[in-house]
């Protein structure tokens, strides 16, 4: 197996000579190709895992997994790796990724966003997504998050300000905390900015600028796409950057994907859609069947699985727009998640499923606007105890060249927040490949249930072809996808050797949706169980004994199995 380690972050040449590895060393489970070029023209590599031995990966039911769409969330992309090296280094010696490769495929798209990655790992510098200016063509005026004292980090910067609004906590100066609404508490007071440079500053006002890279590629999909005055970092135009589209070509183009995880940070949470609807929105099925895929989310990576629309949303009053799953469900017809990997705060013990009393919902972002200063404590006590202190900076005195003396420190973001610490990443991102390949698995699957040849006579024959879906999923995966046509019907086609002649039957026969199990939760006597997963075919040819006749069963989301029969 190529050397790989879980407990660094890798680089763009690195992780091309890592993927080329694998693809070189299991030639007949792995082949890397590119989707296409970055804004900076590197190449967007693809592994499509499964055994080539048993059919190539177009003609079997597919799984999509993407990571590092934002730049500065690379521990995805190691997860992406993770499950790399356990499918290859796993097949033959596991039974369900043996299964798993032998009957489906994996597309796996370890670094969605190579250019802004990159940046992030060789410069350490933050921005959303891709590296190309926008909305403006060049820096504008304000604060610029810099490195301003050449240490490697970019921290927080306090000033000493009367007029401040923060103050230090009596038990830990560390911290700082809201100083008293009425004035009754006493200073010193400080203002809190990005460490950084002012462009054009005044004297006076200190403005902070938005990033130059103000795209979100993640909000650039074509559903629910929005103008950048409703939709920040949405794009010209859905599809307009070079990463998005030629990911959603792939994706159009291969409709035997059958879902997707695309990985993200931070949260700890399975985010499912809509983004900018109620669940009502679904159909009732899709809904519930969503459910049921989130429980086992659960159950395997211990994250919960929640809804983007009513417990993931930074707004109140605003919704997301142009996101992956999102298009993925709504306009491809398939389960997609967005996968927030790593928390701090549930690190630190602070429970973000529900209040800090244990009563009420979530607050996965409400706690980015409020929460009791006893968890930002309880953070700061995990960074002593289980990080050495290292997590945070302790408040340093700096000159700085246009706002005198500053201090420097606070949380160092790269190191404790963007991703989990290097030491505590492969714990993290593990349990992440069994659920990867559970969905991948609980795909729709053709298979042959009977095939029979009965001689009527006088050299014509009787052929039956019955097909079932063994998966646990319909072939049509979801509702959404018969009710907006995205999705062909199961084909049955019967191929006949020279010299034979169709007497009856259809050489090609639609044959609608097969059922799976996904909606069967528990027996009971009122629901019975009709044989929906199956379709009969039935011809009568005429033909030389000893001929042979090819059946083949396809569908663009169960694969694709043929049969040889011998009158």
């Known amino acids: 197996m190529p050397e790989m380690r879980f407990d660094t972050y890798y680089k763009y040449a690195e992780l091309t000579a890592l993927l080329h590895d694998f693809a070189a060393r299991f030639p007949a489970l792995c082949r ?14 693809l592994a499509t895992l499964t055994n080539t031995a048993t059919g190539p990966d177009t003609d079997k039911p597919a799984f999509w997994v993407d990571a590092n769409i934002h730049a500065t969330e690379v521990s995805p992309s190691a997860c992406v790796l993770y499950t790399l090296n356990k499918v290859l280094a796993g ?37 959303r997504s891709s590296t190309r200016l926008y909305p403006w063509p060049e820096p504008r005026d304000g604060l610029h998050e810099e490195d301003v004292d050449g240490d ?50 005044d004297g006076v006002q200190i403005k902070v600028a938005p990033k130059p890279e103000g795209l979100d590629l993640n909000r650039n999909f074509p559903v629910e796409w929005a103008f950048e005055s409703e939709q920040l970092g949405a794009g010209p135009y859905p599809v307009s950057e070079p990463e998005v589209r030629a990911v959603v070509q792939f994706i159009v183009d291969h409709p035997n994907i059958t879902g997707a995880i695309t990985f993200h940070t931070w949260s700890a949470v399975y985010l499912r859609p809509y983004s900018a609807h109620p669940d009502d929105h679904f159909p009732t099925d899709d809904l519930w069947t969503y459910q049921e895929i989130g429980k086992q989310a659960t159950r395997l990576t211990g994250y919960p699985a929640i809804s983007v629309f009513h417990e993931f949303r930074y707004h109140p009053k605003e919704t997301m727009k142009g996101d992956f799953d999102s298009w993925m469900y709504d306009h491809r017809g398939v389960y997609a998640w967005t996968c927030e990997l790593w928390s701090p705060e549930k690190e630190a013990g602070i429970d973000l499923t529900t209040g800090p009393d ?69 714990r993290e991102i593990a349990p992440h490949a069994d659920f990867i390949i559970w969905h991948a698995l609980v795909s729709p699957l053709l298979e042959w249930r009977e095939t029979t040849v009965t001689p009527l006579g006088a050299d014509a024959y009787h052929l039956r072809a019955v097909v079932q879906n063994t998966g646990w999923l319909p072939t049509n995966i979801t509702a959404r996808a018969v009710e907006k046509k995205l999705v062909q019907p199961l084909e049955v086609e019967i191929t006949l050797p020279d010299g034979a002649a169709l007497v009856s039957g259809e050489r090609k026969v639609e044959a609608g949706q097969l059922t799976g199990r996904a909606l069967k939760r528990y027996a009971d006597f009122w629901t019975p169980d009709p044989t929906t997963d199956r379709a009969r075919v039935e011809w009568v040819v005429r033909a030389p004994a000893g001929s ?15 049969r040889t029969l011998t009158l």
Do not use: C
């Open 152 to 201: 490697g980090r970019t921290l927080l910067m306090r000033l000493k300000d009367p007029n401040g609004p923060w103050k230090a906590h009596p038990d830990d100066p560390r911290l700082l905390v809201p100083r008293a609404a009425d004035g009754s508490d006493s200073g010193p007071y400080y203002r809190l900015l990005p460490e950084g440079f002012i462009r054009n500053y």
């Open 32 to 45: 890397v190709t590119s989707l296409g070029r970055s804004h900076e023209g590197r190449e967007i590599w």
């Open 358 to 426: 244990g009563k009420g919902g979530s607050r996965y972002i409400e706690w980015t606007r409020t929460h009791p200063v006893e968890e930002d404590l309880k953070l700061l006590k995990w960074n002593d105890e289980v990080l050495g202190g290292r997590g945070f900076v302790n408040w340093y005195p700096f000159q700085h060249p246009q706002l005198g003396e500053v201090e420097l420190g606070g949380w160092d973001i790269d190191l404790v927040w963007r991703n989990p610490p290097p030491h505590l990443l492969e």
């Open 91 to 127: 097949y033959g010696a596991d039974p369900q990724i043996t299964r798993l490769l032998d009957t489906r495929a994996l597309y796996l798209v370890p670094r969605f966003n190579p250019d802004g990655a990159e940046l992030y790992l060789a410069e350490r510098r933050r921005i």
């Open 548 to 562: 042979e006749i090819t059946l083949t069963a396809r569908h663009p989301r169960a694969g694709k199995i043929t």
